[in-house]
């Protein structure tokens, strides 16, 4: 959590009002039966999202900060509190998919019951509660993603293969060819320090030594992971982690999630519904132990979180191909140019950094401290934005995080290479 | 499967529209959402219950004996199938809860298309295809118990214990006490051999020799129950069988399933929602090791499904406490009267015989051979009729069956006793 | 438990000496190593059947009916008692493993403590605890078959293969056709009522009814097992139980256990080694599950309890292939001949009925009614006796029993058919 | 591996010999049966270590580097090559624990085969073969104390508790308070760098920058511990990260490794046996959770990596309490004084800084190359060394590692602060 954000109120107003609408849009496809099931213990349903983000305003602002404000329904902090244990007991996470009730409609109401209270608060908060409600639109946005990431994740079970929001192909051009952008070298600063928001796991800014290294300028395709596979990629114990190789023997792994074998080829399936693999967009939903076994083979590797960042600092964290509006996302092809492309949008790009605390690192005081703090083992750091990201979410500084295993995020890479 | 059911047509297409009614009645009070989603492996969704009887028409009637018939979707038995290996690859059982697509609303138009095609193509079906539409109807009745145990089942995961069909709670009255009814004796005659529609593992009939021995006259009741509990009849190892004890011990069982506690004592789950439990009802919902336990710590045991069925042949079996139109079911308190009550009707009852081919079983012809044979092995025989079962469904030769851990049946126990 | 045996004094301590003689001998070829691994939960090791079977008599019978008696080490009991709750807590089964100590010596010298104390007081010992020294040989010569088979088992897992009695392989003979053999039929008299020992669950002798059919005059081959590979009998779900195919895909099943690919064909490792499959030997080593996919396949079915009994009653239980002393057991080809031959001895005869009571069962008395009673769910009887049975050990009302996915003991099957 | 080792070959042989004869001391109390078992799939058995390290000789030395040496056994390398993939095939980790033969004393001839055989060729070995020697006794070394860990792995599960080397407790005397020790700040070199001999993971040496802060001047003890578990430590879930509480939760974690309550106070088994806890003593066998929510608990954190290797250079890292025989392992009482103690020996410190490449990294060529690398993701570091440590096998750059929710190790904490 942020401790210098200054937000004012009548933009927080604001901003509360559009941020909350954009999850409705996304969730505007799906049907209440589409919005509850959940496909897996670490994807939840649609409905939860919308729900649990209404909660975490309800609780942390409204309950906490608004007198006299009567909350919607007593029973359900149970079934939306995510996994704050000062908040109390809660539904199993793995369970959250047997909630058919309340309905899609209900909890439309609950949000539209939250909205109001809140923007009609909104201009006697005090300082704290506009820094939870500036917390709380910043956790929406993930919730976003996340929406995003789950609602994939449902439809990919279905054998149907439905799409959400169809779209035609882009048209395939080509990725230029990588090149070595050399970075930051010696004593660099990295971090959160400003005034602006971010989490409390990005501060506080601090030193670090940075040796003589190289970033390639885009991100990694399609086409250069098929070529993986054709040589073996898979199928060779030398190029992965020892973790990474028993993870692919013990669940048959042997593309990125959402490939399937077609008869003219590979396919993916995306919110868009079953493709062809389009050789030149950037290869989505690797896990880091395959980011790692790919770079191996490139003789490369992946970058730290320091030297990215370092390398990211300055560009434009709202320049890339990051989410605007509901619709379906995906990749894009890269440009041609002469910096480096794709540093913020299309993917978030695993680094070889392991999500911990930075030294000086306070978690927030309250429940809101369980944000990130309690998560700092066996994740690693993924930087950047991907297409699934709000438009606004993303700076340098952003330190998301995920097991090695996982890949239902909208992840890829981007190689390194010592000089 | 039977072979000698001779059903006319007129009764057929009528009782066909009868029957396929009642399921979309059982559904009537879900969301599509409610529809959608698993509560365990054993359960299956509402609308793949109604999908599923669609399909069995579908493929077994019209795709294999009417000329012209159009299938609603190609891709739907894959979605639909239960287990027929015949039939082909099928969403893996466990599964089932991903299909928020196809939508309640499109399974209800599935079954209006083999509906209609079904009443049309009525008159001119040959006497084979007329079997297979009985059996399809008696598969349907199954379904629409199934159906109730699975929407209970669905339910009973919700925190909020939303009530399907709220329902005031039945006056209390006391079950009267328990007496013992003496049995035939000999050589009897058992399993199912008549003109009449019968499942194939029913038959054929033939002679078993029985000792003298009695029945209650009644079920079980839950204050019969919580006597049980009271003297630590979920505690002590010496009441269980081995496998029973072990099952207790690693799931924490210390209660029929849906039993809660609340604060002025033990409440159960039902379709009318949450209740206390009313000691004179009988007892439903346990395994067989429960039934096994509680007969051992009464000094008895449980009938044989010979004994059973000796003693139900010449009783009206849809005479009892049966499914008659969708609404809440429950198990009732035991009249007063001189003969064997509660046979038909209330609950399953447990038996200590295995499921096992009748000597000289013949599984039917063909995919719907599956049907039943290939099941025997592990589980237990439960006789008689539920209140979930549609009335005119059972009969004496009738054999459930169950695993003996499994108890989200409506299922209970009738105490025997060798003389 | 027997409740009508009436050992003499004499012969009961001459008995006892050469039962207990053979434990240790069947265990000679082990190091203590050998004796003390557990290669799956259901097998236990050598020593631990060595010091259970003493803890067995120096429970039931030197603890309880011989005044002064010091037990040989009071934490023992925790280590070796297996199963039965009324003798309180013990080592997990699945943890037996564990016991690296004590030693093959010191239960070696257990062994003759209980040994001694046993002969000293076995000429005063009341008829009840005369009784229980019956049902400890008895018990002991269980534990003889357990033994050979957790021995097998373990030294199956060892990459090297190694034999415990090296032996030369039989000549190859041919076994002779199969002839069918007709049943008895109507009321026939089963299960245990003569003076001489039987365990508890062999009675009451009871009348059932019998319809035609015939037996195979002997069991089924390796050759002819191998005829069924080659057609596809582990391929094809047609034959299988529902849970038979389960397990089948579960675990990869293609052929009995202990079969090995080998360069030249299939080949089987035994208490001799690795040696080629001998098509003429009766199969071993499979489960119900195969015996009854195989039966299928072969237009057949196996044998109820009764009709196997009702066969083998009036033959001689001890003139078959059984154990005689410590040494390598193999099945034996069928010699030519007009009866029913292999009825004991050579392997385990799967039935299709399932080990429940007979009519009238009651468990014997006390902890030792834990014997039997309480497995009866979930298992199928298997009849006659196998080559590791030690001889004398066996009747026509024997029960066996085994789940039906287990496949470590000696069993094989023998066809049945309807007349 | 390291690539600046500089063995001399007289100094060789000599230490080759006195380490490969401290093995066989360490293994001498037990049995062939105790040096067989496998406690559970982390640990191996003895007789598995003794045999896996004569393979690493036999294989990267011998086999590769002497021309006509004769393998011992055709087999074994099957049975005793560790996680090599380059090496092929292997007997699966969790199945170690099956081998009963080869025998004890089998394992120990092939250690005389091999050590001959590598003394008689030492003195004509190339360079790079005696840079394999050097990483096979370092290699040796660390099996020294893992046979250690898994000898007290596999006794603590005996319900005997036996004593493997029985031992007075030492006399209690009272840990001094702690006090803080300020740090080194600023531009710091850390990892290896020097001609000796030092596995490939400890280098490059590199700069990394550090902030003020400070360490504690000793380790925790027992008694700290049982005031954080006084207060609840175990049952709070604001202590923990949310893995390790999900670990505490799972595994019902209430105290450190091998703690057992006892009439009077809690006891530690060890390889002296069952043992009251000296509340003076290191705090030992606890998993990087507990050291983590142990450290918050005390308002205080673990040291990173850097911190502590930068504090550590220039002290003499075999001047603690470090393994220097066969015999009992006990972490010392601090001793009072100025500076920062117990550093090496006693037990491993975890650090909070996970096991990835140092800038720069590149694991050794060839198979050997496996040894560190390709374990780098979701592992902790830890630094100094233990009672169980053979004395001169560490070094202030030595990077130990093992997963958070690991504890057999002995492993405990040593406080930090920020400044």
Chains 1, 2, 3, 4 share one sequence.
């Not at 309905?103 to 939870?132: C, M, T, W």
């Not at 799409?163 to 051009?173: L, M, N, R, S, Y």
């Not at 605390?357 to 066996?378: D, H, I, L």
Request: net charge negative; hydrophobic share 40%; glycine share 10%.
């Amino acid at each position: 959590m942020a401790t210098q954000v200054r937000p004012r109120a009548d933009d927080l107003a604001e901003r509360f009002r559009a941020i909350r609408r954009l999850s409705r849009e996304i969730a505007a496809p799906l049907s209440d039966a589409d919005a509850t099931i959940q496909p897996h213990p670490d994807a939840s349903p649609t409905k939860w999202h919308l729900a649990h983000t209404s909660w975490f305003f309800e609780t942390f602002v409204l309950r906490d900060h608004v007198c006299g404000y009567r909350p919607f329904d007593e029973r359900w902090p149970y079934l939306f509190n995510s996994y704050y244990e000062g908040e109390g007991e809660r539904q199993p996470r793995a369970r959250r998919g047997m909630l058919s009730r309340p309905s899609l409609d209900q909890i439309l109401a609950y949000r539209d019951h939250v909205d109001s209270a809140l923007v009609a608060a909104a201009g006697d908060l005090p300082f704290a509660a506009r820094q939870l409600v500036e917390l709380g639109l910043n956790h929406e946005e993930q919730h976003q993603e996340l929406m995003l990431m789950d609602m994939l994740a449902a439809f990919a079970e279905n054998p149907l293969a439905p799409a959400i929001w169809p779209q035609e192909p882009e048209v395939t051009g080509a990725a230029p060819a990588i090149r070595g952008v050399r970075g930051r070298i010696g004593l660099v600063e990295i971090g959160h320090g400003g005034a602006d928001f971010a989490f409390d796991c990005e501060g506080p800014r601090h030193q670090v030594f940075l040796r003589p290294h190289e970033l390639a300028d885009r991100l990694i395709t399609n086409g250069e992971w098929l070529r993986f596979m054709a040589e073996g990629g898979y199928e060779r114990p030398d190029h992965w982690l020892s973790d990474g190789w028993a993870w692919v023997q013990a669940n048959g792994i042997e593309a990125p999630l959402y490939w399937r074998r077609g008869e003219g080829g590979w396919q993916r399936f995306g919110l868009d519904g079953l493709r062809p693999v389009n050789e030149a967009e950037p290869v989505c939903h690797v896990s880091y132990y395959e980011a790692d076994a790919f770079a191996r083979w490139a003789g490369a590797r992946l970058p730290t979180e320091s030297e990215w960042e370092a390398a990211a600092q300055g560009l434009d964290p709202a320049g890339g191909n990051q989410l605007d509006s509901a619709g379906p996302v995906r990749p894009k092809i890269a440009a041609a140019g002469p910096a480096p492309r794709q540093t913020f949008g299309d993917v978030w790009q695993w680094t070889m950094s392991a999500f911990l605390p930075y030294p000086g690192f306070r978690p927030a005081e309250g429940t809101v401290g369980e944000y990130n703090g309690k998560f700092m083992s066996g994740q690693f750091v993924l930087k950047g934005a991907s297409c699934a990201t709000p438009r606004g979410h993303s700076r340098a500084s952003y330190r998301n995080f995920f097991y090695p295993h996982q890949r239902w995020q909208f992840s890829g890479l981007r190689l390194a290479r010592d000089l």
